[in-house]
């Protein structure tokens, strides 16, 4: 049986996929998923980062540089990164601007 939730997207297009949803697929937080559009509808699956077969070296690379700040970054929310990130622009442009 098909499950449907609403959600509203976030900053740049973002969206939170429910808990209930995650918690169905066993994602964690590190997690990576693939975003296909098919026939105007959006389907996601998650994946593994592999050196071997269809996956990408450097999209391994990547994801593992990136791995410290997943991890420091474990105790905040997905709004207050937001709410850091937009900080941090509005200062980087500020001071462009001078």
Same mark, same amino acid.
Request: negative net charge; glycine residues 6%.
């Given at each position: 049986?098909?499950?449907? %939730?609403?959600?509203?997207?976030l ?11 995650r918690?169905? *697929?066993h *994602?964690?937080?590190?997690?990576m998923l693939?975003?296909?559009?098919h ?10 980062p592999?050196?071997t077969?269809?996956?990408s070296?450097?999209a391994?690379?990547? #994801?593992?540089?990136?791995?410290p700040?997943?991890? =420091?970054?474990k105790? #905040? =929310?997905e ?9 941090? *622009?509005?200062? #980087? %442009? ?5």
């Amino acid at each position: 049986m098909a499950k449907t %939730r609403i959600v509203r997207q976030l900053r740049n297009g973002q969206i939170t996929i429910p808990k209930e949803f995650r918690e169905a *697929l066993h *994602l964690g937080s590190d997690d990576m998923l693939a975003v296909t559009l098919h026939d105007g509808k959006l389907e996601i699956a998650s994946v593994t980062p592999t050196t071997t077969g269809s996956g990408s070296p450097w999209a391994v690379k990547l #994801y593992e540089a990136f791995a410290p700040a997943r991890e =420091s970054l474990k105790d #905040y =929310s997905e709004q207050e990164i937001n709410d850091a990130i937009d900080e941090a *622009l509005r200062a #980087y %442009r500020a001071d462009k601007k001078h």
